[in-house]
T-cell receptor
Framework: DTGVSQNPRHKITKRGQNVTFRCDPI?????LYWYRQTLGQGPEFLTY????????KSRLLSDRFSAERPKGSFSTLEIQRTEQGDSAMYLC?????????????FGEGSWLTVV | KQEVTQIPAALSVPEGENLVLNCSFT??????LQWFRQDPGKGLTSLLL?????REQTSGRLNASLDKSSGRSTLYIAASQPGDSATYLC?????????????FGQGTTLQVKP
């Protein structure tokens, strides 16, 4: 069990460019989540998958954001035409869907700075 | 709409002191509550999870309690150490089903002074 892995850890991009983040969940975890966190705030939910199906998307996820989880394994989060307001840490998490006792495990996050 | 609040936003204590971090939520209909630790610039580390049917959970020097009726949870840290310095976040899954969608408070930043 190597934990949730996220790449890249840091990304600096110019406004208007596209960026993509990758998340590798804990093996055998069938649920995968994306959150966004800005300085001084708690993380905010963006979207989640159960296996390969995207079950919910937050209103925070504008049409410039797209997430995929092909084959129910790793996931990618793409941000198109980045804006300065997209600067944040993007956190991935995973869990094994069972009952109320299943813990959600987070990765180290991917920092995005849009200049 | 479920909202989670953590007070105080920051706390500084001398090493060895026992301390309590507070978390409140506006809607008692929660599936579970989880406490996390976050070091600066890092991801979240899960500390304790309390199911809606439970009242407390313990792990080492940490004890978390849950009072659904009053919409409150506390994280008790015994014999604090400088290594405990971090931001502590509580989060709830709202509702009666396991959506896995966590609603977070803003966190309490703890500093333990040697």
């Amino acid at each position: 069990d190597t934990g949730v892995s996220q790449n890249p850890r840091h990304k600096i991009t110019k406004r208007g460019q596209n960026v993509t983040f990758r998340c590798d969940p804990i093996s055998e975890h069938n649920r995968l989540y994306w959150y966004r966190q800005t300085l001084g705030q708690g993380p905010e939910f963006l979207t989640y998958f159960q296996n390969e199906a995207q079950l919910e998307k937050s209103r925070l996820l504008s049409d410039r954001f797209s997430a995929e989880r092909p084959k129910g394994s790793f996931s990618t989060l793409e941000i198109q035409r980045t804006e300065q307001g997209d600067s944040a840490m993007y956190l991935c998490a995973s869990s094994f869907y069972t009952g109320p006792g299943n813990t959600i495990y987070f990765g180290e996050g991917s920092w995005l700075t849009v200049v | 709409k479920q909202e989670v609040t953590q007070i105080p936003a920051a706390l500084s204590v001398p090493e060895g002191e026992n301390l309590v971090l507070n978390c409140s939520f506006t809607d008692s209909a929660i599936y579970n509550l989880q406490w996390f630790r976050q070091d600066p610039g890092k991801g979240l580390t899960s500390l304790l999870l309390i199911q809606s049917s439970q009242r407390e959970q313990t792990s080492g020097r940490l004890n978390a309690s849950l009072d659904k009726s009053s919409g409150r949870s506390t994280l008790y840290i015994a014999a604090s150490q400088p290594g405990d310095s971090a931001t502590y976040l509580c989060a709830v899954i709202h509702g009666s089903s396991n959506t896995g969608k966590l609603i977070f408070g803003q966190g309490t930043t703890l500093q333990v002074k040697p």
